[in-house]
């Protein structure tokens, strides 16, 4: 079974950055590419960032190219996706979930909760 857990939400300020975390147990990481996704209150869960299994090609949901970078340790079952210049609108929970053989995601942690004050 394949366990994600979330970590670094908190309340910040417009400007401010944080790094979120998603520490990964049960299976290797490194053979999975994974994905962070976020879900506004009132909106639907989206797309943040992907990383592939290696740590190589990355991909970002386009109007946050420049302000968010994901990243991985395989050695260390991590995940991380760093955001800078936060904005109110970046307030929302923020998941971590493992892209599956058919490029869907196939586990998903519960969120951390990203709360961006103006």
């Known amino acids: 079974q394949v366990q994600l857990v979330e970590s670094g939400g908190g309340l910040v300020q417009a400007g401010d950055s944080l790094r979120l975390s998603c520490a990964v147990s049960?299976?290797?990481?490194?053979?999975?590419?994974m994905g962070w996704f976020r879900q506004a209150p009132g909106k639907e869960r989206e797309f943040v960032a992907a990383?592939?299994?290696?740590?190589?090609?990355?991909y970002y949901k386009d109007s946050l190219k420049g302000r968010f970078a994901i990243s991985r340790d395989n050695a260390k079952n991590t995940l991380h996706l760093q955001m800078n210049s936060l904005k109110p609108e970046d307030t929302a929970l923020y998941y971590c979930?493992?892209?599956?053989?058919?490029?869907?995601?196939?586990?998903w942690g519960k969120g951390t909760l990203v709360t961006v004050s103006s």
């Open positions: 990383i592939s299994w290696s740590g190589g090609p990355t």
């Open positions: 979930a493992r892209v599956g053989d058919d490029d869907l995601p196939d586990y």
């Open positions: 049960g299976r290797a990481l490194s053979s999975y590419a």
